[in-house]
C-alpha cells in the first residue's frame, strides 16, 4: 500500500480522498466501529471555510449571524450582527459519512473499528486486524496522536478541555443566535457556548484542565443549569467532547516515514479553538507533498510542509491567547466585557468573530525538488 490514514475524522478522510483521487493506493482506519459515534467537535463552520471549501447545503444547519458576548454576571450582554450569514453548525454525523464516501469513490478503502497500535520501518500493527505494510503513513488520528510520537515528530503540549451537550429544539421556540459567556468559573481560558439554529442547540464549555479542578463535565452541567438562550431539549441529548490543542500549528510535521494532519498537526487556531477549517485547508498541501515525494523519492519535498513557516503567522493569535488565559477571576472577565463595549472593543470582537483570519492560508502547490520552491 501507499499510504495508510491513521483517523477518519475530517482530517483524515478528506486527505485520503485527495491522496487516492491522485492516483496513490489509500488505506484508512479508525478505532471507531461508526462515524456517528464519538463525535469530538460542535460542527461549527465558519463563513470563510463554507466561501472555499464545498460543504453540501443539506449537510449544515440554518446560518447564525447573531453573537451574544455576556460577562461572568450575564447581564447585559453585547450583541454583534453580521451583515452575512457567518455560522453554519453541521450534522457531523452526515459530514462524516459523506467524507467517507467522498473518499471511497475516489479509490480509497475505509475500514472501521481497527485501532492503531505502532509503527516501526513501514510495518504497521493494529490491535484488531492483521499487520500492514505502508511506504508512508498520515498520522489524523487527533489531538494526542499516537502516529506523531511513533514517527519521531512533534506532538501537542497545551491543551484546552471540552465537553457540551446537543439536542433538538423545537421549532419557532428560538431565535438562531451563538451565545458566549465569559467567565473563568465555568470556562476557564476560553469560553461557555450557546449555538441555537432553531433546529439543535449545543451548550458547552472548555477550558484548561489544570484549572478545572471540578471536572469539565461537572462545569458543564452546572453551565447547562442556566446557560442564556434558554433552550429545552425537545429529543434526545448526546454528549460530546475531548481535547483541544491550542498551542499552534506544531513545527516538524513531516519525515520520509509520513505526516501529521489536522488536531494530530496542532492545526487549530490557538484563540477561537476553531480546527474544522485547518482540517481542510491543510490537507490539500498534506496531499500534494505526499503525493509530490511518493512520485519522485525527493525528501527536499517535505520541506514544503513545514510547521514553522506557518506558525510565524499564528503570532499575535497565540498572544491573544496567551491574553484569554490570564483572565483568572470574574472581576476581571467583567471589566474585559466592560472593554469590549466601546467602539474599538466591538471592532476587535467582530474582527475576531466575524473576521477572515481565523486559520491562515495555505499554498498547496507542490513544489519543484529541483528548485525548491513551488511552481508559479
Ligand atoms: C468539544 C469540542 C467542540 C469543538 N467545536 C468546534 C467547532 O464548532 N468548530 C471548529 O472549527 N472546531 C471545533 N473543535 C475543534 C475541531 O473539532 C477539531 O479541530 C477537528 O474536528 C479535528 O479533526 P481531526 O480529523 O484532526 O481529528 P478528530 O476528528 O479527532 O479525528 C481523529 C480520529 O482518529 C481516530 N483515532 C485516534 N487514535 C486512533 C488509533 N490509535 N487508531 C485508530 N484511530 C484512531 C479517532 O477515533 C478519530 O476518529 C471542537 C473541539 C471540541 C473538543
Not at 279 to 294: K, P
Request: include cysteine; charged fraction near 25%.
Amino acid at each position: 500500500m501507499d499510504v495508510l490514514v491513521v483517523g477518519a475524522g475530517l482530517a483524515g478522510l478528506h486527505t485520503a480522498r485527495l491522496l487516492a483521487w491522485r492516483g496513490l493506493n489509500v488505506m484508512v482506519v479508525d478505532r471507531r466501529r461508526s462515524l456517528s459515534a464519538g463525535i469530538r467537535t460542535t460542527g461549527i463552520f465558519v463563513r470563510r471555510t463554507l466561501d472555499d471549501f464545498d460543504v453540501p447545503d443539506h449537510l449544515l444547519g440554518p446560518a447564525v449571524r447573531d453573537v451574544l458576548l455576556y460577562p461572568p454576571s450575564r447581564r447585559a450582554p453585547i450583541r454583534l450582527t453580521s451583515d452575512r450569514d457567518e455560522y453554519r453548525v453541521a450534522d457531523m454525523a452526515a459530514v462524516y459519512e459523506h467524507a467517507r464516501r467522498a473518499a471511497e469513490s475516489a479509490g480509497a478503502r475505509v475500514l472501521l473499528g481497527v485501532r492503531y497500535v505502532d509503527a516501526s520501518m513501514g510495518l504497521v500493527r493494529f490491535a484488531d486486524a492483521e499487520p500492514v505494510t505502508a511506504r508512508f503513513i498520515v498520522g489524523a488520528d487527533g489531538a494526542r496522536s499516537r502516529v506523531a510520537r511513533d514517527l519521531g515528530l512533534d506532538v501537542n503540549r497545551r491543551f484546552l478541555v471540552g465537553a457540551e451537550i446537543v439536542h433538538p429544539v423545537a421549532s419557532g421556540t428560538t431565535t438562531p443566535a451563538f451565545h458566549c459567556v465569559l467567565d473563568p468559573r465555568i470556562a476557564p481560558g476560553y469560553l461557555g457556548w450557546v449555538i441555537d439554529d432553531g433546529r439543535n442547540a449545543h451548550v458547552g464549555v472548555a477550558g484548561y484542565p489544570d484549572a478545572t479542578r471540578t471536572g469539565i463535565r461537572h462545569l458543564l452541567d452546572a453551565f447547562a443549569a442556566d446557560a442564556p438562550g434558554g433552550t429545552t431539549p425537545a429529543g434526545p441529548v448526546e454528549r460530546r467532547g475531548g481535547p483541544i490543542p491550542v498551542g499552534g500549528v506544531l513545527r516538524r510535521l513531516a519525515c520520509p516515514a509520513g505526516l501529521l494532519v489536522g488536531d494530530a498537526a496542532g492545526a487549530v487556531s490557538p484563540l477561537t479553538a476553531g480546527g474544522l477549517d485547518p482540517c481542510l485547508r491543510m490537507s490539500e498541501l498534506a496531499a500534494a507533498v505526499t503525493a509530490g515525494y511518493l512520485r519522485t523519492g525527493d525528501q527536499r519535498v517535505l520541506s514544503r510542509y513545514d510547521g514553522g513557516a506557518l506558525r510565524a503567522r499564528f503570532r499575535g493569535r497565540l498572544l491573544l491567547r496567551r491574553a484569554f488565559a490570564g483572565i483568572r477571576s470574574p472581576a476581571a472577565a467583567e471589566a474585559v466585557v466592560t472593554a469590549l463595549r466601546g467602539r474599538a472593543g466591538r471592532a476587535l470582537a467582530a474582527r475576531i468573530l466575524f473576521g477572515d483570519g481565523s486559520f491562515p492560508d495555505v499554498d498547496p502547490r507542490p513544489v519543484d525538488p529541483a528548485i525548491g520552491h513551488p511552481h508559479r
